[in-house]
């Protein structure tokens, strides 16, 4: 078991490289130049086409200097390598827009789309696991159709229209105000509140994103536990169960349950990277400071450090989530034998 | 595709696996071609049981013939004019002369076909391109003038939705069918080699899986020129995982059944064995990912459009149309109409995928 | 205050009907009951915030190292300068030096008077160390500031020559230095060099080879790029108080800042000013709308339809004013089909600009003919306007010798012994949306006649790297200016078309460069005047470029703050007040 651990973490570093080494090529061979970038004032400038003539359009010596002092003037290799040693001191570099350190600038936004991840997966769950038991227990009949069906729509309605769409309308403006629009606390939060008020305020406010991240979960989720579960009840032991003359709430809850529970174990590979993943759409429309809009507009500002160092941040803890996820699902389920390799 | 983390957008890597156990089962297949034509005839009976996926499919078929008929539906030239005596068929005239054989008589060159005078002419239905400039007519509402109202410079709506269904399925197609052909021989080679073949591609599995998605196609879309085809290619190549990994496992499988070591003990070429005796066998679950992953793209692109990157200015798409949306909220038609558009062409293609899935599962793992 | 006020106005588009210059009931609840007598005087109080809305952070707060506009607002607060301009005249004002600076014979050396009652926030006092230290932190080719630092070129001394004076060697005679060196961000030295690293460093020393600076240059310079971004402090009139990223940036009035008391200084009244990071601007709206904004620049969209509604108009009022930019589509004057002048007067008549900023403009565009700032005495209004004439532009192409003569629907021409077609491609990036609608519609109206434009869409960059080499055949872009006198060199000199100079289309008229080099030289405003008056006529018959529009700001801002005014150079929240009946925010506790 050990070996197989161990293994796994050294093949772990190849992908590691190869993913943050895609990831530096993209950035690094698009056309674009962070030094003209700067020169024209950030992205403000670019948005409105024009140049400033107070500060003349800068000559190349100056952009040069930019560039020499970013370390962008050496060959690419060079480059990556420069950046993989300094990966070694946990320094992801400085950011080209405000020089700050980018793992201050990760750091400070943490706390912002870890909280609006965790609401939805546990929305996700609370409503999604419940719909699948239903859903199993009455497979095909109206009742399961229908939830399916509402699923599916869900599922299907593209998030930019619906969160477009709450914006105008009950977000204030000319219509309904029942949420907030812009922000995660009000103007007048203040840190003498009572835990209460702040929590009032902080529930309003990450309401809308929150059902928004997750409507989508909804479906695939459900789905998802209903087909484990139907393959669950599926099985001989069930009938068995049922035979013995036991409760039919006993036998899903003790015996099915658990059994279909089994698999969603494989999801958690999936949560350690959700926690911290941003979404660009939700962050842009709610003004929300997370890393998606990070993300965004740091590719957008060709800052290279902070993409590199949101990539390689994505990257890491997709991989550790797939192999703690793998190893849960060979303790837990005798049947899958590690080493997979062997057929 | 995991078409749940691309409709959010998030900036994070897709589940490693795909919401259906399907594939942990065992399975053994029909076994020759003459039986998998029967397979896929069954198939289509089954499904036809499924009023839900049928209905999802009549709504695909229709989308695909809009497609294929805009030029019919939405142009600002007639079917058929009669002018100064002489009869033409502007619309079918254009299509030869876009294949270079001929071209515009002389007193038809760069017309207005609407404005001349004492002509007799039969227009399309709706009689605009949706390049169609009309800076007197801005933010028009829905009216019998325009049925779906006009942007913010005067472009039909209608039009532009008509002509959209074009873009919006051909990226589908196209995007899904890099990744088919990508993952496909990707997870054939796996599945079939096994050993080091099998261990660098599946490396490569987890490379792709880990790097963050929507991530990369923002970097791709928004730093490279805007263009149809680039984001067709980053949504395929970035998507094709899912696949490889349905056809590597099922080639796994396969594999291991007597006929097909019957056939490399006689000595047939791997090639052949890996497509013409694993593959057809093998495509099933390629199938439901190539239905949900023409929605996936579909979504893909008209968040990236929504976004403001991928698709050139003078290109009407979908996402496009709502991303002026989102900066003119008071004109609710061009929000709704893309919006649903989008909605109901997504549904259409979950239901028929889901209608297939529930067809094709059930005899992977039924034959026990 | 410093001359560099973000926003321009123009007097007579100010206030929208059905709102007064503001005796009316306020719509907020009273936060303190008072007498009516005093709810209604008109003398200013201090009190109540004013929450800006911002689109984005600034990058960084440091004034040398900071190159973005949101920052050079906020910093506007913090950070004051030896010059100022009058913001309804436009004129140099002495602002922390006492008069204008004296101009030695030569026109080479300006020495600066500075008052001697100011004081930093910290309340130490400002001197001439640290204006001579400010100029230096320009100057040092490691601090990251290469963008700013080109601007000072012409800087080649400067010395203490006492306490209060500072004397600046400029290399040669320009009537624009005195703006420039005006106009320097005024740093507190012991605060940004508290180990006084540069004591010994003279401008001199900081001209030579970078390499060979000394080590102290050089922790100084590490030092000041580093740890200086989000912590500046200046002697304005507003302190920084805290910056929560995406969040908000906000600036606390400082009650002991020196110029409280003095003439001609304003010491501001808002006890905060809030600037609120909202994104996305219909959230914005919406926000403003709800009362989580006080002051917004609403988009074309938002100004005729969201924002018409009675109980938008009790609540806010609107003001409008021009900014000083002016966008064009730069024609490069060295192609084929492009330098002949009268294809270019033809595809200025081909445009129909008065309908263009109607309908993408909202109406909130005028159409200018020339490079001048519209409401500068030196903007020629006699200018010949183009209108909208495709019959003229058709025939001013047949002169010029173009007629589809192989009948695919395109005009052709022979140029140079070879067949040409009227074939090109517009260049716009791909941020622009305006641009992006005003090419789709010229496009368009050229198809009708013959004409094949393409149009490809740019990153910024990519768009600006092919700008500067020339690599195109039209671009539509916009230049930004300050509203002090206008020096046109940079633009239309033959000697900027090379270098990845400003020039772009490589526009080459000898006369018109004899203009701008006398311009430069010449220091009576009324002479001036004259020579770009010859200036702009000669370019308003070539049109290198076809000049569109300025655009006019439109700035939403709740109706219970007093003293507005709509200034040619700016709106000044420093002057507003809001009477305690009104006020909404009392200083809380953070």
């Known amino acids: 078991m050990s070996s197989y651990i161990f293994q796994r973490l050294l093949l772990l570093i190849p992908t590691f490289i190869g993913v943050t080494l895609i990831g530096f090529l993209v950035m690094r061979l698009a056309p674009g130049d962070p030094a003209e970038l700067r020169a024209a004032g950030g992205l403000r400038g670019a948005g409105e086409g024009a140049l400033s003539r107070g500060k003349v359009s800068a000559v190349d010596e100056a ?281 | 595709m995991s078409s749940q983390q691309i409709q959010t957008g998030t900036v994070k890597p897709v589940s490693p696996l795909p919401p259906s156990p399907s594939l942990g089962g065992v399975a053994s297949l029909p076994v020759a071609a003459v039986v998998v034509e029967g397979l896929w005839s069954s198939v289509w009976k089954q499904f036809k049981r499924n009023p839900i996926a049928l209905a999802g499919l009549y709504v695909v078929c229709f989308l695909i013939c809009t497609a294929l008929l805009a030029d019919f539906l939405a142009n600002d030239k007639p079917y058929y004019m009669h002018y100064r005596g002489k009869t033409y068929f502007p619309i079918f005239r254009s299509y030869v002369i876009g294949t270079g054989l001929t071209q515009w008589p002389a007193e038809l060159l760069n017309v207005n076909f609407k404005k001349l005078q004492g002509s007799e002419a039969i227009f399309p239905p709706v009689p605009y391109r949706p390049t169609n400039i009309d800076l007197l007519a801005p933010y028009e509402t829905p009216s019998p003038k325009h049925w779906f109202g006009t942007d913010r410079l005067g472009r039909d709506i209608m039009a532009g939705m008509i002509h959209g269904s074009r873009i919006s399925l051909s990226i589908g197609f196209v995007a899904v069918g890099i990744a088919v052909i990508i993952g496909v021989v990707l997870g054939a080679l796996a599945g079939y080699f096994g050993s080091w073949v099998d261990l660098l591609i599946s490396r490569l599995f987890e490379v792709m899986i880990s790097i963050p998605t929507f991530f990369l196609l923002i970097t791709v879309a928004a730093l490279l020129p805007p263009s149809i085809f680039l984001t067709m290619a980053i949504i395929g190549a970035t998507g094709w995982v899912g696949i490889a990994r349905f056809t590597r496992n099922e080639f796994l499988k396969i594999r291991s059944l007597d006929y097909v070591t019957a056939a490399i003990a006689l000595g047939v070429s791997n090639r052949k064995v890996m497509f013409q005796h694993i593959l057809p066998n093998a495509l099933a679950p390629v199938i439901v990912s190539v239905v949900l992953g023409i929605a996936g793209a579909i979504l893909v692109e008209s968040s990236l459009s929504f976004l403001g990157i991928g698709v050139p200015a003078e290109l009407v798409t979908w996402g496009s149309i709502l991303h002026e949306a989102s900066s003119a909220t008071f004109a609710w038609w061009l929000a709704v109409f893309p919006g649903a558009a989008i909605f109901i062409t997504v549904l259409a293609y979950y239901l028929v995928g889901e209608g297939l899935r529930e067809v094709l599962d059930p005899r992977l793992r039924g034959l026990r | 205050m410093s001359w560099r006020i973000w926003r321009f106005l123009l007097v007579a588009l100010l206030l929208l009907p059905g709102c007064e210059s503001g005796k009316q009931a306020e719509t907020a609840e009273p936060t303190t009951p008072k007498t009516p007598a005093q709810a209604d005087s008109n003398t200013p109080v201090t009190g109540d915030w004013l929450i800006i809305h911002s689109s984005a952070d600034p990058e960084q707060l440091n004034p040398v190292t ?439 289309i490589s526009y080459k008229n000898p006369r018109v460069d004899k203009i701008l080099e006398e311009y430069r030289r010449e220091f009576d405003p009324k002479k001036r005047i004259e020579l770009y008056r010859e200036f702009q006529h000669i370019l308003n018959d070539e049109q290198p470029y076809t000049f569109l529009f300025v655009r006019k700001t439109v700035t939403a801002v709740q109706r219970r703050f007093r003293g507005i005014e709509v200034y040619p150079a700016g709106l000044r929240p420093l002057e507003w007040w809001v009477p305690l009946s009104a006020q909404r925010y009392k200083n809380l506790a953070p």
């Open chain 1, 63 to 343: 952009l040069m200097q930019w560039r020499a002092q970013y370390g962008l003037d050496r060959p690419l290799h060079v480059q990556y390598g420069i950046w993989l040693k300094n990966l070694f001191t946990l320094n992801f570099g400085e950011s080209f827009k405000d020089n700050q350190p980018v793992w201050n600038k990760i750091i400070e936004r943490v706390p912002v789309t870890t909280k609006l991840n965790i609401f939805s997966i546990l929305l996700v769950y609370v409503v999604a696991i419940p719909l699948g038991i239903y859903s199993a227990t009455h497979a095909n009949s109206l009742g399961d159709r229908v939830t399916t069906l509402a699923a599916f729509i869900l599922f299907a309605v593209p998030l930019i229209w619906a969160a477009t769409m709450a914006i105008v309308f009950i977000c204030g403006g000319d219509f309904l105000y029942l949420f907030p629009p812009a922000g995660l606390e009000s103007l007048d939060y203040s840190r003498q509140w009572s835990f209460w008020q702040k929590f009032k305020d902080q529930t309003w406010h990450l309401f809308l994103p929150v059902v928004l991240l997750s409507y989508d979960g909804f479906a695939g989720l459900s789905r998802y536990m209903r087909s484990s579960m139907l393959e669950v009840l599926r099985q001989d032991y069930v009938q068995v169960a049922r035979a013995k003359g036991l409760n039919e709430g006993i036998v899903i809850f003790k015996h099915v349950l658990r059994n279909s529970l089994i698999p969603q174990v494989t999801l958690l590979a999936s949560l350690l990277p959700a926690l911290l993943g941003g979404s660009v759409i939700i962050e842009t429309i709610f003004s929300i400071p997370g890393l998606g809009q990070l993300g965004y507009e740091s590719v957008l500002a060709r800052d290279y450090p902070t993409v590199m160092a949101l990539f390689s941040v994505s990257a890491i803890l997709t991989l550790v989530g797939i192999l703690i996820s793998d190893l849960l699902l060979a303790v837990v389920d005798p049947r899958i034998a590690f080493g997979r390799r062997q057929q």
């Open chain 3, 66 to 504: 900071s190159n973005d506009a949101t920052a050079a607002e906020i910093l506007n607060y913090i950070f004051e300068t030896l010059l100022t301009r009058d913001p309804k005249t436009l004129e140099l004002k002495p602002y922390l030096a006492e008069e204008r600076p004296a101009l030695s014979p030569d026109k080479l050396a300006y020495t600066f008077k500075i008052r001697r009652d100011v004081h930093f926030q910290d309340e130490r006092p400002l001197t001439g160390e640290d204006i001579l230290f400010s100029m230096k932190v320009i100057k040092c080719p490691l601090v990251n500031a290469p963008f700013l630092r080109v601007y000072y070129d012409s800087v080649v001394d400067a010395q203490l020559v006492d306490r209060y004076t500072v004397r600046f060697i400029t290399k040669e005679p320009y009537f624009l230095n005195e703006s420039q060196l005006g106009g320097i961000p005024i740093l507190p030295r012991h605060y940004y060099d508290p180990e006084d690293l540069l004591k010994n460093v003279t401008i001199r020393d900081l001209l030579k080879d970078p390499a060979k600076l000394s080590e102290g240059v050089k922790r100084f310079a590490d030092n000041f790029n580093r740890n200086y971004n989000r912590n500046p402090v200046g002697s304005g009139p507003y302190k920084f108080a805290e910056w929560k990223t995406g969040r908000i940036v906000e600036l606390e009035r400082d009650p002991k800042y020196w110029g409280v008391g003095k003439a001609g200084i304003d010491p501001g009244f808002l006890d905060r000013l809030r600037y609120r990071i909202v994104t996305n601007p219909d959230a914005a709206l919406v926000t403003l709308k709800s009362g989580g904004l006080d002051m917004m620049d609403l988009t074309p969209i938002q100004h005729t339809r969201g924002t018409s509604s009675e109980r938008f108009k009790r609540e806010f009022q609107k003001l409008e004013y021009f900014a000083p930019s002016y966008s064009y589509i730069g024609w490069n004057n060295e192609s084929l089909i492009f330098r002949d002048k009268r294809v270019r007067q033809a595809m200025t008549y081909f445009m129909d600009r008065k309908q263009i900023a109607k309908t993408i403009l909202f109406g909130l565009g005028e159409v200018v003919d020339g490079p001048i700032y519209f409401f500068r005495p030196e903007y020629d209004k006699t200018l010949h306007n183009y209108p909208y004439n495709p019959q003229k532009a058709l025939e001013l192409l047949k002169a010029a010798g173009w007629a589809d003569t192989d009948g695919d629907g395109i005009l052709d021409k022979v140029i140079d012994g070879k067949k040409v077609p009227f074939r090109f491609e517009f260049k716009v990036p791909s941020a622009s949306t305006t641009g992006k609608s005003i090419i789709l519609v010229l496009q368009e109206e050229l198809k009708r006649y013959g004409i094949a434009a393409s149009v490809r869409e740019l990153d910024w960059t990519i768009f600006l790297d092919d700008v500067k080499n020339h690599k195109f055949d039209a671009v539509i872009m916009a230049w930004a200016m300050p509203a002090s006198e206008p020096d046109e060199y940079q633009v239309w000199h033959s000697s900027q078309a090379a270098n990845k100079g400003s020039n772009h």
